[in-house]
């Protein structure tokens, strides 16, 4: 009976270990594959707003947009949401431009983004969103997820998980 306990003890502490590492390694900081298709797929989306008005990315061509999928219910995407919003205030005079994706309701939305003040747009993508984060890197299908264009509309940049400030600031300096 003992070692049958000691054995569950050992295989559960195994399974953590190895949940522990693939979320470690599964929501870093991830590298942008090359897929110009699904960057063009991206720049060409067009989605409503909270209040029902079709907008398309490509109005924000020519400036380096940071695109986050992101949900209400999302604990992480509450979280980083004040920072994008302090870039967006200090850098969207230099070209920068914040876009949400929501995995939600846009009744939700409207709420929680009156709620905080969001000072950026933020579309309506459903569950159909994740479909499209899936297709450029987000292959856990996990939130928050963030991509950030270039100038000329290339992904420059994925993030799984929270993008840190210091992270955020140093890669839109770069490309601005």
């Known amino acids: 009976m003992t070692n049958s306990v000691t054995r569950w003890v050992a295989i559960g502490g195994v399974a953590v270990l190895a949940l522990g590492a693939g979320l470690y390694f599964g929501l870093g900081v991830r590298t942008p594959e090359s897929n110009p298709a699904a960057a063009a797929a991206l720049g060409g989306l067009a989605l409503p707003d909270a209040e029902g008005r079709q907008q398309r990315l490509d109005q924000w061509r020519g400036k380096v947009i940071v695109v986050n999928f992101w949900a209400t219910w999302c604990a992480p995407c509450r979280e980083e949401m ?4 302090k870039a967006q205030t200090e850098f969207g005079p230099k070209g920068l431009q914040f876009v949400g994706i929501a995995v939600d309701q846009a009744d939700k939305v409207r709420q929680f983004a009156a709620e905080i003040g969001l000072n950026y747009p933020t579309l309506i993508g459903g569950f159909g969103a994740m479909e499209l984060s899936k297709s450029l890197g987000n292959t856990l299908m996990a ?10 509309g290339a992904i420059a940049h994925t993030q799984l998980g929270v993008l840190k400030p210091d992270k955020l600031h140093g890669i839109v300096r770069q490309l601005l």
């Open 82 to 85: 004040p920072e994008f919003m």
């Open 143 to 152: 939130l928050p997820f963030t991509v950030i264009l270039d100038r000329k």
